[in-house]
């Protein structure tokens, strides 16, 4: 079977700086990926080139076969969708317009939402824990609720694949938990590909059943998180002597002292 997912010799650079340096990995359906990382490894910038955000320099991203550039946008947002770190609202939405946003990517510029739209709408509020504040206005919100608005609207869109750059950020650990389990049961239940940047090397080793590690926009090794989460790579890739604990089934990472 054809990976879902596809980089074949990736390279982008802004300004003349690389920030992604000729790697190749694919993703196949139903994996639950995490990209890890320091800051400035290229993840970020990564998960924009995957989700056709950016355009690469060189190299080739296909999507279920297509150069991922090929496919009209309307289309691809039918199937692949991306979730940013920030969700800056200069406009008073209310949580309910937000979440319906999910569905325009099937609905023509003189169609509207019908009941079957209606019904995604409300279903994916429920599985986020979002429509007890539907009328209230976006920029109201907690961060917390914000991401699950977010992804009640990803849900609505009804995705083969979800991007998500730090799902997590900025959240405390109840949010974080809350949302990492969301995404759990999307990928288990609705067979939703997750592939999302995370700093927590404990959370991403718990929940994602593979990682890639990315250093200065090279992929430095890319596996199971048992295998990605050796001490020896991780203190040369983050600076930090650490201590490793095997711990139900994942790897918990201390971090000791600077190298």
């Known amino acids: 079977m054809s990976p879902l997912l596809k980089i074949d010799r990736l390279k982008f650079a802004y300004d003349s700086k690389p920030l992604i340096k000729d790697i190749n990995f694919s993703i196949s359906n139903l ?3 995490g990209l ?10 990564l998960l924009k080139l995957m989700g056709g955000i ?14 991922i550039n090929s496919i009209h946008k309307k289309e691809l947002a039918q199937s692949l969708t991306w979730i940013p770190q920030d969700h800056p609202m200069v406009f008073p939405f209310t949580v309910q317009e937000i979440v319906m946003m999910g569905r325009h990517p099937y609905l023509t510029p003189l169609s509207f939402e019908a009941d079957d739209d209606l019904q995604i709408v409300q279903e994916a509020m429920e599985r986020t824990q979002t429509l007890q504040f539907s009328e209230r206005y976006f920029n109201e919100i907690s961060g917390g609720e914000k991401q699950r608005v977010m992804l009640a609207s990803a849900i609505a869109q009804k995705p083969e694949i979800m991007l998500l750059d730090e799902p997590t950020s900025a959240l405390d650990l109840k949010y974080q938990i809350q949302i990492l389990n969301i995404l759990k049961c999307l990928n288990e239940q609705n067979k939703i590909t997750i592939v999302m940047a995370l700093h927590d090397l404990n959370l991403a080793s718990r929940y994602c059943q593979r990682l890639i590690l990315l250093q200065d926009g090279d992929i430095v090794s890319d596996g199971a998180p048992n295998d990605v989460l050796q001490k020896e790579i991780i203190e040369k890739v983050y600076g930090v002597e650490v201590e490793l604990q095997n711990h139900n089934g994942g790897i918990l990472v201390h971090p000791v002292k600077e190298l």
Do not use: A, H, M, W
Not at 36 to 45: E, H, L, V
Not at 56 to 61: E, L, N, R, V
């Open 31 to 33: 994996e639950f990926v």
């Open 36 to 45: 890890i990382g320091p800051n400035g490894s290229g993840k970020s910038t």
């Open 54 to 67: 950016l355009k690469c320099d060189q190299g080739q991203i296909d999507f279920k076969g297509n150069p």
